[in-house]
T-cell receptor, first 113, second 112 residues
Framework: SAVISQKPSRDICQRGTSLTIQCQVD?????MFWYRQQPGQSLTLIAT?????????ESGFVIDKFPISRPNLTFSTLTVSNMSPEDSSIYLC??????????FGPGTRLTVL | AQSVTQLGSHVSVSEGALVLLRCNYS??????LFWYVQYPNQGLQLLLK??????LVKGINGFEAEFKKSETSFHLTKPSAHMSDAAEYFC??????????FGTGTSLTVIP
């Protein structure tokens, strides 16, 4: 399975600032996904990122708040913009491998003060 | 639309006892079903999956799950709990596309 790394692993940020999270995969993958896991809750899909096209956002998530880049088949970034305490979550990227199977990165733990 | 319900947000078992984590799903199409485990401060790791074929699926670390279409269930079991099994467990369902729907998770505590 793909090996996925994320940077930073955790961060503490001030309200109103932005944080860019990086996701690196050790193999080329077509589809990458970004999820949010709020404290004590399950995973919610933010968007799907395909190389060479605009990310597809799920209901409740917008590009201005969560801009995503996908410059190549092994890398993606998610920016959390104009942060508020409600954005405190774990952000995970995942990739699809094989048939309908997703593998996850270790996550980025974000705390917004 | 797909959805997943995990009964019991917290489950405690004694070391060596049976582990049973419940998962029910709803799906308008034949589902693909998954169990993931999340250890503290780590990402999600795939335990096992059901796509087609045999309804009893064996995964890593001695876990297995049985797909029961009539009950729309995919419960996770392990005959004998180990201390290292303490973690958060997520059931997920997917349709033939790429959309995954996760349950709210079950936190497993193993009592020595």
């Amino acid at each position: 399975s793909a090996v996925i790394s994320q940077k930073p692993s955790r961060d503490i940020c001030q309200r109103g600032t932005s944080l860019t999270i990086q996701c690196q995969v050790d193999s080329q993958v077509t589809m990458m996904f970004w999820y949010r896991q709020q404290p004590g809750q399950s995973l919610t899909l933010i968007a799907t990122a395909n190389q060479g096209s605009e990310a597809t956002y799920e209901s409740g998530f917008v590009i201005d708040k969560f801009p995503i880049s996908r410059p190549n088949l092994t890398f993606s970034t998610l920016t959390v913009s104009n942060m508020s305490p409600e954005d405190s979550s774990i952000y995970l990227c995942s990739v699809e491998e094989g048939y309908n199977e997703q593998f996850f990165g270790p996550g980025t733990r974000l705390t917004v003060l | 639309a797909q959805s997943v319900t995990q009964l019991g947000s917290h489950v405690s078992v004694s070391e060596g006892a049976l582990v049973l984590l419940r998962c029910n799903y709803s799906s308008s199409v034949p589902p693909y079903l998954f169990w993931y485990v999340q250890y503290p401060n780590q990402g999600l790791q795939l335990l096992l999956k059901y796509t087609t074929g045999a309804t009893l699926v064996k995964g890593i670390n001695g876990f297995e799950a049985e797909f029961k279409k009539s009950e729309t269930s995919f419960h996770l079991t392990k005959p004998s709990a180990h201390m290292s099994d303490a973690a958060e467990y997520f059931c997920a369902v997917s349709d033939s596309g790429n959309q995954f729907y996760f349950g709210t998770g079950t936190s497993l505590t193993v009592i020595p």
